[in-house]
């Protein structure tokens, strides 16, 4: 089944600076990759995902880059502010008509925090 | 953020108590899952439904028990836990599974 491991597993930055969280993945049939965002005492919430048909998306200050052929995907986050202080997980899963009873398989976590 | 709701949102419980978790999806979905979440295990798959269906159980101990009568509930009945499964434990949906899921809030279980 797939695996999917996470890098780092904390990461400090000084606002302002860049952060990349980086995540490798197992199996090459994997073709969903979304990102969440977990506050301290929130749920974890969507902010981001890609499709392997597409190398790079954005979104404002965050962006997703994918390299199939490595089978690893990084989130990229720009001009960071204290408010991206959380925990950051990546996920992966196969297509829905291969993965029959597959859900997404996430990453260990990155706590991000955001140095004023 | 009221598509998936969870109740309580706190819990105390005994050991030799028998409680409830109840989760509620508003979207639509056909999938449904538990997860435990720790400080040692930050996302732990324990449940996952499919049209009521339950296609995945990860080596979860008895004491939990799943339950899901219609694609819109969730429930998770414990009994008899013990202290180290105090936890944040999360339901979430999806449209089906392998699609992006949505996060209920969570119920803070304590096991006193």
Redesign the interface.
């Known amino acids: 089944g797939e695996n999917v491991e996470q890098h780092p597993s904390t990461l400090s930055v000084q606002e302002g600076d860049s952060a990349v969280i980086k995540c490798t993945y197992s199996d090459s049939a994997s073709n ?1 990759f ?1 990102w ?1 965002k977990q506050e301290l005492g ?5 902010i981001i ?1 890609i499709r392997s048909n597409v190398g790079e998306k954005k979104d404002q200050r965050i962006a997703v880059t994918l390299n199939k052929t490595a089978k690893h995907f990084s989130l990229h986050i720009t001009e960071t502010q204290p408010e991206d202080s959380a ?1 950051y ?1 990546c996920a992966a ?4 008509e291969d ?1 029959g ?4 398989v ?1 990453g ?2 990155t706590r991000l925090s955001v140095i004023a | 953020e009221t598509g998936v709701t969870q109740t309580p949102r706190h819990l105390v419980m005994g050991m030799t108590n028998k409680k409830s978790l109840k989760c509620e999806q508003h979207l639509g979905h056909n999938a449904m899952y538990w997860y435990k979440q720790s400080a040692k295990k930050p996302l732990e798959l324990m449940f996952v439904y499919s049209l009521e269906e339950r296609v995945e159980n990860n080596s979860v101990p008895s004491r939990f028990s799943p339950e899901c009568p219609n694609s819109s509930h969730l429930f998770l009945h414990l009994h008899t836990l013990q202290p180290e499964d105090s936890a944040l434990y999360l339901c979430a949906s999806s449209h089906d599974i392998s699609y992006e899921q949505y996060f209920g809030p969570g119920t803070r279980l304590t096991v006193t």
């Open positions: 969903y979304p969440y929130k749920r974890p919430q969507l995902d925990v997980f899963s196969p297509p829905p993965s009873n597959t859900p997404l996430f260990k976590g």
